[in-house]
């Protein structure tokens, strides 16, 4: 695609419950990061995934998040068991590859956990 | 450590400029400046790297001083599509060369 599309791009769900958000690159970008914005804030590392690669899994908050990249292409950060302080937009962002900086944003999905 | 931003917000008239600051306690690989528009995706600007590199739109300057462990981004002539969140995101030396920490925001608000 032309862009990097993330889906939904709202979801409001109830404390407890799983959600899955999904984020689809830049055809041929093999870079892929997911950072969390939350109400004047500023951007929060979560993940990043290049290629095959293992995954830099550091921005992690709690073990409840995870994340998959399948194909090397689309993929869905899921957040188990969500509670109040998950509340926040997600950002999904790809570029060519690591060693090629400037970021292309998804327009995020916001969540927010009731 | 999240990079401190300077200032927090700016309101300008089209076409006066403006200087947007960034400051990290450690040390610094590269810096990374990033436009944001209520609702919409962060948008690249600028990079720049340890040694005097820089990537970007060629509308847009920025500097970045190693020693001081700072950047500052210049918007000249400013228009009306430069409104928006700006933040920068670093990285540190030796550090991954993809992961950013990134500040707060500056909210830049240019009026006609």
């Known amino acids: 695609g032309a862009g990097v599309s993330q889906s939904p791009s709202n979801k409001v769900t109830e404390k407890g419950k799983d959600v899955e958000l999904r984020c689809d690159p830049i055809?041929?970008?093999?870079?892929l990061y997911w950072y969390r914005q939350s109400l004047g804030q500023g951007l929060e590392f979560l993940i990043y995934?290049?290629?095959?690669?293992?995954?830099?899994k550091s921005g992690l908050p709690s073990d409840r998040f995870s994340a998959e990249r399948t194909g090397g292409s689309v993929s869905t950060l899921t957040i188990q068991r969500t509670q109040q302080e998950d509340s926040a937009v997600y950002l999904c962002a790809s570029s060519p590859n690591a060693r090629d900086p400037g970021y292309t944003f998804g327009s995020g999905t916001r969540l927010t956990v009731v | 450590q999240q990079p401190v931003q300077s200032p927090q917000a700016v309101i300008l008239r089209e076409g006066e400029d403006a200087v947007i600051n960034c400051s990290s306690s450690k040390a610094l690989y590269s810096v990374h400046w990033y436009r944001q528009k209520h609702g919409e995706a962060p948008v690249f600007l600028m990079i720049?790297?340890?040694?005097?590199e820089q990537k970007g739109h060629e509308k847009i300057s920025a500097s970045f001083n190693e020693k001081k462990q700072q950047s500052s981004l210049y918007l000249t002539a400013s228009q009306l599509s430069y409104s928006g969140t700006h933040f920068c995101?670093?990285?540190?030396?030796?550090?991954?060369?993809?992961?950013?920490?990134f500040g707060k925001g500056t909210l830049l608000t240019v009026n006609p």
């Open positions: 720049l790297l340890k040694g005097g």
């Open positions: 995934f290049q290629g095959n690669s293992a995954p830099d």
């Open positions: 995101g670093t990285e540190n030396s030796g550090g991954s060369n993809y992961k950013l920490t």
């Open positions: 055809s041929g970008h093999t870079a």
